[in-house]
């Protein structure tokens, strides 16, 4: 079994920073891609960043230049660091990891998610 946990979600006001954190743990022998999605009320889950194993990243054009993926493959941890946020940033996070098992067999595993509100 795999588990991945987030923090740091909370309610923020515009043009505010905050720096969510996703830790795995469980028979993991190594997690190749690990992302950040976010679902806001009514709307299509949406990928935010992906990062690679080699820290390659890809960015929604939304969050271009304002948000940062980072990871800490030793840890099996991935970063969130969010700058300049809008009211229409506020959405469930939702961690992702592609994980290869102690077992190497393979599975996708998502957190279960954090809540982030930007609001005055």
């Known amino acids: 079994q795999v588990q991945l946990v987030e923090s740091g979600g909370g309610l923020v006001q515009p043009g505010g920073s905050l720096r969510l954190s996703c830790a795995a743990s469980g028979s993991i022998f190594s997690i190749s891609a690990m992302a950040w999605h976010r679902q806001a009320p009514g709307k299509q889950r949406e990928l935010v960043a992906d990062?690679?194993?080699?820290?390659?990243?890809n960015y929604a054009d939304s969050v271009k230049g304002r948000f940062t993926i980072s990871r800490d493959n030793a840890k099996d941890t991935v970063y969130l660091q969010m700058n300049s946020l809008k009211p229409e940033d506020t959405a469930v996070y939702y961690c992702?990891?592609?994980?290869?098992?102690?077992?190497?067999?393979?599975?996708?595993?998502w957190g279960q998610g954090t809540l982030v509100t930007v609001s005055s």
């Open positions: 992702y990891g592609s994980v290869v098992l102690t077992t190497f067999g393979y599975l996708e595993v």
């Open positions: 990062i690679t194993r080699g820290g390659n990243t």
